[in-house]
């Protein structure tokens, strides 16, 4: 069938303008900068548009004149699921988009597994900067996104030299929840962590893997445990540490599993995160253990769900920590060294925490 010769010809910022009767200027001020127009000129503008069919500027011919994207990159090291599905993500995730959106900022997430090398992904990024999310030290990602010439922020970590980063004091906050479980009379300890390297390790990590993690927040938060359980005379090549890959409850109840299997004896299990203490939780339950008569159980992170089972943990403030983020990476005033920002944490004792089984605190003794 033969095209019609009479169908109309898309609006353009030209034709609305002679529709108008303004200059292209006016009608480009009423999408990118409505405030130099009065109220009543930029409704007559879109009304305009709306009936001519005319879309609006063109958004990358826009970023090819300006050379801005006009949105942040967030890189994240994990399936993008895991942004929607882990709730300090999530935390950290609402807090860097009230930033982007008090600035007028898009917000764009470039996902990138952990067990792929294809750094494809940050290539081809149209952003104007990146904030990192915690990422190993040897990630390629990482090392792609700072080839980039924007300007970058990480959180948590790594930290990098002349890179900006917002995070909190990891050992100091892991100190203060070590020193409650020594007070508390504890002595025969069980430790499950998140991941420590891109490669997949489910199970007992040695002391060699510990110490020289590159997730350097679960290196740093193993180290204060194991400096401070020392000054009470405890072996750290004696504790079991168990590791998981994937962060999910199903994780921490079967590294539970392995710690408690390992020895029966232990009177505390130090989870590096709630999720990973909610399964241990879960196990105990399983096995007829309670919480924390027989078995104390802590976390990291003061997630609400932690909150509302009455978690003994560190909270951290996962909002502010994006928020922080994004304000650093948008602050463009040169500053001239690289800035960090470290957030304060609070020790929540809840409880799941108490003292030793009377056998076991008779036996190892405060």
Known sequence: MARSTNARRPATLASLAAEL???????????????????????????????????????????????????????????????????????????????????????LLVPASPEREDVAAVH??????????????????????????????????????NVDGVGIDDRAATTALARHL??????RIGVVCMRLGRDRNDDFVPLDRQRSAHFHVQRTRLTALADAFATVGVDWATVPVVERFDHTTASGESAAAQ????????????????ILALGAMAEAGRRGLRVPQDLTVTGFDGIPEAERVGLTTVRQPVLEKGRAAGRLLLDSAEHGRPRRVTLDTELIVGRTSGQPRAAAQIWYGP
Do not use: M
């Open 21 to 107: 009767g303004v200059s292209r200027t006016t009608v480009s001020n009423a999408y990118n900068r409505p405030d130099q127009l009065s109220p009543e000129l930029r409704r007559r503008v879109l009304e305009t548009a709306r009936r001519l069919g005319y879309p609006g500027p063109d958004p990358v011919a826009r970023s090819l004149r300006t050379r801005k994207a006009g949105a942040v990159g967030l890189l994240l090291t994990e399936n993008l699921s895991y942004a929607f599905r882990d709730p300090a993500a999530v935390g950290f995730l609402e807090g860097l988009a009230l930033a982007c959106e008090d600035a007028g900022q898009g917000l």
């Open 124 to 161: 081809r990024a149209g952003v104007d900067g990146f904030v990192v999310y915690s990422v190993p030290d040897d990630d390629p990602h990482l090392a792609a996104v700072l080839e980039r010439p924007v300007p970058t922020v990480v959180c948590d970590q790594p930290e990098i030299e």
């Open 182 to 187: 020594i007070e508390l009379g504890h002595r």
């Open 259 to 274: 710690v408690l299997d390992r020895d029966p004896e232990i009177t505390a299990l130090i989870c590096t995160s709630d």
